[in-house]
């Protein structure tokens, strides 16, 4: 079994976001656990299951906290999976039939800052995306199997799909369609 693990699949405020749920939901479950939050009665009210189900919560959440994506290749089947700890977690696996060739797309994009925008609307930050993609032999097809924002973890994903699935990595430039202005 051959895992190629590449990166996380959050950016880093969507990170700094879970971990405040963390925070939230292990402190909350915590002082209900121990006692430290009173209740009126000493019966137990929906409110406390609510409260203690928090624990499986923050655990979940510290999880995909420190989740990476990749994929697990076994006996030429190719799995999609996500990574907790370098151990496979969500697995899904991909259709290889008629599938000769991967390649990397790469594309410009740009991502606002939504938790600013009131200050500065057209604050942005740009970069480039990498996108693997799965294609069949005339590329009329593709399936896109992973996006980074990496080029050398995309040529390493590439590299070693190809190396372990035989499959050839190509340069694919499809053609690009210019919209008309109106």
């Known amino acids: 079994m051959k895992k190629i693990i590449i990166n996380s699949k959050f950016t880093s405020h969507q990170k700094l976001m879970l971990f405040l749920f963390f925070i939230f939901t292990f402190g909350i479950g915590v002082l209900y656990l121990l006692g430290l939050?009173?209740?009126?009665?000493?019966?137990?009210k929906r409110?406390?299951?609510?409260?203690?189900?928090?624990?499986p919560i923050s655990v979940y959440i510290f999880a995909l906290f420190f989740s990476k994506q990749g994929v697990v290749i076994k006996e030429r089947k190719l799995k999609y999976s996500q990574f907790i700890f370098g151990f496979p977690f969500l697995m899904k696996n991909i259709e290889l039939t008629n599938i000769t060739d991967?390649?990397?797309?790469?594309?410009s994009g740009a991502q606002k800052f939504a938790f600013v925008s009131a200050g500065n609307p057209d604050l942005?930050?740009?970069?480039?995306?990498?996108?693997?993609?799965?294609?069949?032999?005339?590329?009329?097809?593709?399936?896109?199997?992973?996006?980074?924002r990496k080029k050398d973890l995309a040529?390493?994903?590439?590299?070693?799909?190809?190396?372990e699935l035989h499959l050839e990595y190509n340069i694919y430039s499809p053609p690009i369609v210019r919209r008309r202005r109106r």
């Open 47 to 55: 409110s406390d299951y609510i409260a203690i189900a928090f624990l």
């Open 124 to 148: 942005a930050v740009s970069s480039e995306i990498y996108k693997i993609v799965l294609l069949n032999e005339n590329h009329s097809s593709k399936f896109l199997l992973m996006i980074t």
């Open 155 to 163: 040529e390493k994903m590439a590299n070693g799909l190809s190396k």
């Open 37 to 44: 939050i009173p209740s009126e009665e000493m019966n137990t």
């Open 102 to 107: 991967v390649s990397v797309l790469s594309s």
